[in-house]
C-alpha cells in the first residue's frame, strides 16, 4: 500500500488555516456565516488531523531509513499533541461560542494563532524532512516496498488514460 500521509496533510493544514482567518473576520465584521464556517471547518480540521496522524503512524512503521527516524518520530510526537490541542480548541469553540452563537473571544483567537502557528510548523518540518532529508522517500527501486509493485500502480493510471 503506498503511503497515505502525505495525500491527507494539506487538509488539516487548509482548514486549521481557513478556521482561524474567518473567526477572526466573523469576529471583526460580526458576521454569522463566517462564525459558522470557521467552527464547521475547524470540525474538518481535526477529522483530516486525526486522519493525517494515523495514516502518519502507518508510514512511520514502513520507514526503513534509520537516520530519518528521530525526525520523523519527533514529527509523529508533534502531529499527536497537534490534534489534541485542534480537538481542546474544536470543543471549546462548540461549548463556549457555537451553541450561544457568539463571536469568539480574544482568548479563543489567541489560542486558535497559536494552534495555527504549530500547523505551519508541523507542515513546514514534514516537508523539511522529505525535500532536505528524503524521510520516507528514495532513490527508485529504494522505497518502502518494491519498485515493481509502484510502477504497477502508475502503469494502470497511465495505460487507462492512453485509452
Not at 480540521?45 to 531509513?65: K, S
Request: aromatic content about 12%; overall charge positive.
Amino acid at each position: 500500500m503506498p503511503p497515505l500521509h502525505p495525500a491527507l496533510v494539506h487538509f488539516p493544514i487548509a482548514l486549521v488555516s481557513f478556521s482561524f482567518i474567518t473567526d477572526l473576520l466573523g469576529r471583526l465584521f460580526n458576521r454569522s456565516s463566517l462564525r459558522a464556517a470557521a467552527f464547521w471547518t475547524l470540525i474538518g480540521a481535526l477529522i483530516g488531523g486525526a486522519c493525517a496522524a494515523v495514516a502518519g503512524y502507518y508510514d512511520m512503521t514502513r520507514d526503513t531509513l534509520g537516520e530519518t527516524y528521530k525526525y520523523v518520530d519527533f514529527h509523529q510526537d508533534m502531529g499527536w499533541i497537534l490534534v489534541g490541542a485542534v480537538a481542546v480548541l474544536t470543543l471549546w469553540r462548540w461549548l463556549v461560542y457555537a451553541r450561544r452563537e457568539r463571536p469568539p473571544g480574544m482568548i479563543y483567537l489567541i489560542a486558535a494563532l497559536l494552534v495555527l502557528g504549530l500547523t505551519l510548523f508541523q507542515g513546514w518540518f514534514g516537508g523539511e524532512m522529505v525535500y532536505s532529508q528524503g524521510a520516507g522517500v528514495a532513490a527508485a527501486g529504494k522505497g518502502t516496498e518494491p519498485a515493481t509493485n509502484g510502477k504497477q500502480r502508475l502503469d494502470k493510471v497511465t495505460r487507462s488514460e492512453e485509452k
